[in-house]
C-alpha cells in the first residue's frame, strides 16, 4: 500500500473504448482512483453505482473519478455500458498497476487463500502525490466518505 505524500506512480491502461488513458493526463487535476476486484459482482456494481450517484458532485469539485481492475477491455465496456457509467474504467490485465499501487494482496475466503485485489481507493492531489488512502473499503459508502473529505478540504 503506497503511503500519503509519497508520488503517485504514473501509468498508462486502455479504457473501455480501447483509448490509451496516463495518470499524467491529469495533472493539475485531483484524481480519485479506486481499485476493485471484478466488473459484474455484487460488491463491484454497488461500488460504481455509488460513484455513478455522486459523480455530477465529483465533476462540480473537478475531481476526476478512475476505476481500474484487471478485467480487459471488453468487460469494462459491457460493464460500463449495462450500468450508465459515467467515469473512466481502466483494464490492468496484468495486473502491473495494481501491484505498483499495493493492492495486488492475499485474501482469505471460505477459508481458502488467494492473490487478488483489496478494494482500495486514492486520492492523487493536484501535484501527483497520494493525498488520502482508504484501504480496505466498503463498496456501498466509498465514494460518500471521499466526497464528506473533499468537503472538508475546501472547508480549511
Known amino acids: 500500500m503506497l503511503e500519503v505524500g509519497t508520488k503517485a506512480p504514473d501509468?498508462?491502461?486502455e479504457d473501455s473504448t480501447g483509448n490509451k488513458v496516463s495518470l499524467k493526463d491529469f495533472k493539475?487535476?485531483?484524481v480519485v482512483l479506486y481499485f476493485y476486484p471484478r466488473d459484474n459482482?455484487?460488491?463491484c456494481t454497488r461500488e460504481a453505482l455509488a460513484f455513478k450517484e455522486a459523480y455530477e458532485d465529483f465533476k462540480a469539485k473537478d475531481v476526476v473519478v478512475i476505476g481500474i481492475s484487471k478485467d480487459s477491455v471488453a468487460s469494462h465496456f459491457?460493464?460500463?455500458e449495462k450500468n450508465g457509467?459515467?467515469?473512466i474504467l481502466l483494464s490492468d490485465?496484468?495486473?502491473e498497476v495494481i501491484k505498483k499501487y499495493g493492492v495486488w494482496q492475499e485474501k482469505k475466503m471460505y477459508g481458502k487463500t488467494s492473490m487478488g485485489v483489496?478494494?482500495?481507493t486514492y486520492i492523487i492531489s493536484e501535484k501527483g502525490k497520494i493525498e488520502k488512502v482508504y484501504p480496505k473499503v466498503k463498496p456501498d459508502t466509498n465514494a460518500g466518505e471521499i466526497l464528506e473529505y473533499l468537503a472538508g478540504e475546501a472547508d480549511k
Request: hydrophobic share 35%; glycine share 10%; aromatic share 14%.
Open 11 to 13: 501509468f498508462t491502461l
Open 28 to 30: 493539475g487535476k485531483k
Open 41 to 43: 459482482t455484487p460488491g
Open 78 to 80: 459491457k460493464f460500463a
Open 85 to 87: 457509467l459515467p467515469f
Open 93 to 95: 490485465p496484468d495486473t
Open 118 to 120: 483489496v478494494r482500495t
